[in-house]
Nanobody, 123 residues
Framework: QVQLVESGGGLVQARGSLTLSCAASGRTFSSNTMGWFRQAPGKEREFVAAIRWSLGSTYYADSVKGRFTTSRDNAKNTVDLHMNSLKPEDTAVYYC????????????????WGQGTQVTVSS
């Protein structure tokens, strides 16, 4: 099992920036891809971004492409989500998650989840 802890959420004005961090521990060797998801009130959890530990390759949801980037630090077992040009519709609880798969995109593909961190973007 991989344990994940997110940090960095908060309140930010529209067009502002925020960086979320996710620290992984435990059976990290079983993790091939780290993903970011978000869930707004009354909505389903949706995919935001993902990165492979080994190659550092990334992919994003269309809604955040060009505004968000994700990066990883293999030595520290941490993954960051850098969010720029934030919009009120980005308001949600953000989760990091770990998957043994190589290009997962569905929430069901991810086996370990963090507790989530709230991001609120004011207009």
């Amino acid at each position: 099992q991989v344990q994940l802890v997110e940090s960095g959420g908060g309140l930010v004005q529209a067009r502002g920036s925020l960086t979320l961090s996710c620290a992984a521990s435990g059976r990290t060797f079983s993790s091939n891809t780290m993903g970011w998801f978000r869930q707004a009130p009354g909505k389903e959890r949706e995919f935001v971004a993902a990165i492979r530990w080994s190659l550092g390759s990334t992919y994003y949801a269309d809604s955040v492409k060009g505004r968000f980037t994700t990066s990883r630090d293999n030595a520290k077992n941490t993954v960051d989500l850098h969010m720029n040009s934030l919009k009120p519709e980005d308001t949600a609880v953000y989760y990091c998650a770990s998957s043994p798969l190589f290009r997962p995109r569905e929430a069901s593909d991810f086996k370990s989840w963090g507790q989530g961190t709230q991001v609120t973007v004011s207009s």
